[in-house]
């Protein structure tokens, strides 16, 4: 059962910012360790924090099959 994004806290843990992304812990990991997440350290700590709001306006911004049906030719059309 996938919960609502307002039923989880504005400030997550690893584990709960994947569970509302959808994707593995490990893999969340490895896109803040590449930079393409919003993240947050306490000074001189090694948790994870993830703001709620952030990390669904990154995910709206995210392309995605909408986006490539926006530009993909329509059947039967002549690509320019």
């Given amino acids: 059962m996938v919960s609502e994004p307002a039923e989880f806290p504005p400030v997550l843990t690893a584990a709960m910012a994947a ?3 959808q994707i593995h812990v490990e893999y969340l990991r490895k896109l803040v360790r590449e930079g393409k997440v919003p ?3 306490f000074p001189g700590g090694r948790e994870l924090r993830f703001l709620r709001d952030e990390l669904l306006d990154w995910l709206a911004a995210q392309p995605g ?3 490539a ?4 030719p329509t059947p039967g059309s002549v690509a320019t």
């Fill in 65 to 67: 099959p909408a986006d």
């Fill in 39 to 41: 993240c947050h350290r």
């Fill in 19 to 21: 569970e509302l992304l």
């Fill in 69 to 72: 049906d926006a530009h993909a």
